[in-house]
């Protein structure tokens, strides 16, 4: 069983996907999220992405998109659709390889947590390739957790900011994969869901924006302004 750390697929509610609008419950950062998506979008990207996945049986899918994209969201649900097609799929994101922060703070980097500069890159690609254990972040701890996952999948799907960032040393990792998937969005939408997740998370609204445009903000625009073309293009 994975850590209660790491994110949990259900199975979807019992509606056809191809001709009603789908409804899958998942645990997503440790929270419950009933994740919808319209009749069209289910059939017209996700479904054709999932089909790809089971009929070319990639060993590596990079999933890139700007923060407050639904990347760990979406992952989620490719892998629940996966494994109902009978495949070994396998769904994790790299906010596991975050540095720690004890590690931010000596190099003075907290304030701009999430920033590339402030991910384990080395790290990052060595699992790409080495494929055992898998770091996890607490969104409880707003740390990387002591627990780990091991990589069973046939196919491993990697989610996260910047696996597509057209920029050294990231440009590197795009190689690796077999499939590449990179899921846009449009920035004033990302801006609500990022404050809106924030205060979620404990702050004022106030402060919440602060950290948007102190942090998010920079991370959004070198997402989307900067990343390498992929395979796949999705807009949800």
Same mark, same amino acid.
């Given at each position: ?20 609008? !789908?409804?899958?419950? #998942? ?12 009749? %069209? ?7 054709? &992405? ?5 009929? *070319? ?10 923060? =407050? ?6 992952? &989620? ?14 769904? +994790?994101?790299?906010?596991? !390889? ?5 590690? /931010?703070?000596?190099?003075? +980097? ?13 790290? #990052? ?5 080495? $494929? ?26 990697? %989610? =996260?900011?910047? /696996? ?11 190689? /690796?994969?077999? #499939? *590449?998937?990179? &899921? ?5 939408? +990302? ?14 609204? %106030? ?5 948007? %445009?102190?942090?998010?903000? $920079? ?13 796949? *293009? /999705?807009?949800?």
């Amino acid at each position: 069983m994975a850590p209660a750390d790491s994110p949990q697929p259900a199975r979807p509610a019992a509606t056809h996907p191809a001709v009603s609008d !789908f409804t899958i419950n #998942l645990t997503v950062n440790g929270l419950p999220v009933a994740a919808h998506f319209p009749a %069209e979008i289910l059939t017209c990207s996700i479904l054709p &992405l999932v089909q790809k996945i089971v009929a *070319t049986q990639p060993k590596l899918v990079l999933l890139a998109g700007p923060p =407050g994209s639904g990347k760990s969201t979406l992952s &989620l649900v490719i892998e629940a659709l996966a494994q109902q097609a009978g495949y070994r799929l396998q769904a +994790l994101g790299m906010d596991g !390889f975050h540095h720690t922060n004890a590690w /931010l703070v000596d190099h003075h +980097l907290s304030q701009v947590k999430g920033a590339p500069e402030t991910f384990d890159f080395d790290a #990052l690609a060595a699992a790409l390739v080495t $494929r055992d254990q898998w770091p996890v972040y607490s969104r409880q701890l707003h740390d990387v957790s002591p627990r780990t996952i091991p990589v069973t999948g046939d196919t491993l799907l990697v %989610e =996260g900011n910047y /696996l597509l960032y057209d920029a050294h040393p990231w440009n590197t990792l795009a190689p /690796l994969a077999d #499939l *590449t998937v990179f &899921l846009d969005a449009e920035k004033p939408l +990302l801006r609500r869901r990022l404050i809106q997740r924030k205060m979620a998370g404990g702050l004022s609204r %106030e402060e919440a924006q602060r950290f948007y %445009e102190r942090s998010d903000a $920079r991370n959004v625009d070198l997402v989307l302004d900067c990343h390498l073309p992929a395979d796949v *293009t /999705l807009h949800l």
